[in-house]
T-cell receptor, first 110, second 118 residues
Framework: GQQLNQSPQSMFIQEGEDVSMNCTSSSIFNTWLWYKQDPGEGPVLLIA???AGELTSNGRLTAQFGITRKDSFLNISASIPSDVGIYFCAGQGNNRKLIWGLGTSLAVNP | DTGVSQNPRHKITKRGQNVTFRCDPISEHNRLYWYRQTLGQGPEFLTYFQNEAQLEKSRLLSDRFSAERPKGSFSTLEIQRTEQGDSAMYLC????????????????FGPGTRLLVL
């Protein structure tokens, strides 16, 4: 099925560093969602974006809905060990289906 | 609000057996989705319900798979004559779908049911 281009595929960083990941699509979306998934668990919603250009923060997380409606980024500032996990972007178009990226695996060295 | 719950969390079965999973969505959410996820991949859409009506099924959903949401609340996903390739995490998500000029909907996921077919 259709997938988003999510990068980077994996990151290994030092505690305290900032992290940035992004997703791009060939299709226009109405909604961009960012989820975090821990092993053996379901995805947990981090940030939801509904308008082009929207910039939203949730604690140390900041995400933006690209102005072209075809991309989004997620930034994590001052990373901590519990940020470890897989981060997924998902876009939703008019047909309501969520299209997913392949995830960014984040490892944080304390 | 207790979030989306799924039962069981883990299921080990022998090939050929039938299995049934249950999902309880967030109360008052009118949409319920089933996904399948394998290692290294994002969730793959299987089917979704608006209230009790099953509105769409993916081509991934073979004849051995059936889902119901009889009263528009909880949902069950049954897999008949399981195969080793059915081994995966089965995720349920729910949402409150409304339109306000454009479609706006956020899906919240349960913890998943991990199926292993031996």
């Amino acid at each position: 099925g259709q997938q988003l281009n999510q990068s980077p595929q994996s990151m290994f960083i030092q505690e305290g560093e900032d992290v940035s990941m992004n997703c791009t699509s060939s299709s226009i979306f109405n909604t961009w969602l960012w989820y975090k998934q821990d092993p053996g668990e379901g995805p947990v919603l981090l940030i939801a974006l509904y308008k082009a250009g929207e910039l939203t923060s949730n604690g140390r997380l900041t995400a933006q809905f690209g102005i072209t409606r075809k991309d989004s980024f997620l930034n994590i500032s001052a990373s901590i060990p519990s940020d470890v996990g897989i981060y997924f972007c998902a876009g939703q178009g008019n047909n309501r289906k969520l299209i997913w990226g392949l995830g960014t695996s984040l490892a944080v060295n304390p | 609000d207790t979030g989306v719950s799924q039962n069981p969390r883990h299921k080990i079965t022998k090939r050929g057996q039938n299995v049934t999973f249950r999902c309880d969505p967030i109360s008052e959410h009118n949409r319920l989705y089933w996904y399948r996820q394998t290692l290294g991949q994002g969730p793959e859409f299987l089917t979704y319900f608006q209230n009790e009506a099953q509105l769409e099924k993916s081509r991934l959903l073979s004849d051995r798979f059936s889902a119901e949401r009889p009263k528009g609340s909880f949902s069950t996903l049954e897999i008949q004559r399981t195969e080793q390739g059915d081994s995966a995490m089965y995720l349920c998500a729910s949402s409150l779908a409304r339109t306000s000029g454009f479609i706006q909907e956020t899906q919240y996921f349960g913890p998943g049911t991990r199926l292993l077919v031996l």
